[in-house]
């Protein structure tokens, strides 16, 4: 089964840095997801990346896939305390949904 | 109006007891999932089901049993309840085909065994 490593497991950064989140699967990705989790909220989407190379932005958030389709990494430009919560990939997985790593805590400094 | 709701949000019970959690979709979404999130925030997939087929992940109890009335709504019915179930869980639901990997969540249901 495919599994998603995700680093660091958490981050404390201050407010206006920027910072990058990995992402990396034990097999080639055929479909790469990034959602965000407010904490004692659902998961909302943020985008997909399926072609190696791929980038894709939405906002101060880029996320890009490697050539390999085995890594990808979030970055956000000059963070806002909005941005505090918990980021997750996924990728097709078992059961016909989607397998995610054990995400990546984001705390904001003001 | 929410896109993907559950009840309740909260539940408090006592071991061996026998709850449900209620999910319900107004996307028209053709496949919906039950999620498990632990203490850790692991997330971890437990059903997928559509009109035509449940595929079940093979570490999940068969005291959980996913029910689908109708395709707008997958419950989740847990029977003689143990402390290791108390968790986070989340209903998803998705459209088959080129999107089928964007879920839109519910907020989640979080069961406490005692």
């Not at chain 1, 050539?67 to 970055?75: I, M, P």
């Not at chain 1, 054990?102 to 003001?110: A, D, M, N, V, W």
């Not at chain 2, 061996?16 to 039950?34: A, F, P, V």
Request: glycine share 8%.
């Amino acid at each position: 089964s495919q599994e998603l490593e995700q680093s660091p497991q958490s981050l404390i950064v201050q407010e206006g840095k920027n910072l990058t989140i990995n992402c990396t699967s034990s097999k080639t990705l055929y479909g790469l997801y990034w959602y965000k989790q407010k904490y004692g909220e659902g998961l909302i989407f943020l985008m997909m990346l399926q072609k190696g190379g791929e980038e894709k932005s939405h906002e101060k958030i880029t996320a890009k896939l490697d050539e390999k389709k085995q890594q990808s990494s979030l970055h956000i430009t000059a963070s806002q305390p909005s941005h505090a919560g918990i980021y997750l990939c996924g990728a097709a997985g078992g059961a016909d949904g989607l397998t995610f790593g054990k995400g990546t805590h984001l705390i904001i400094q003001p | 109006d929410t896109a993907v709701s559950q009840t309740p949000k909260y539940l408090v019970t006592q071991m061996g007891n026998d709850k449900s959690i209620k999910c319900e979709q107004n996307l028209g979404h053709d496949t919906m999932y039950w999620y498990k999130q632990d203490s850790k925030k692991f997330l971890k997939i437990m059903f997928s089901y559509n009109n035509k087929e449940l595929i079940i992940n093979e570490t999940v109890p068969n005291r959980f049993s996913p029910k689908s009335p109708d395709k707008a709504h997958l419950n989740l019915h847990i029977n003689s309840l143990e402390l290791g179930d108390s968790a986070v869980y989340f209903c998803a639901s998705s459209q088959r085909g080129r999107a089928a990997g964007e879920l839109f969540f519910g907020e989640g249901s979080r069961l406490t065994v005692l």
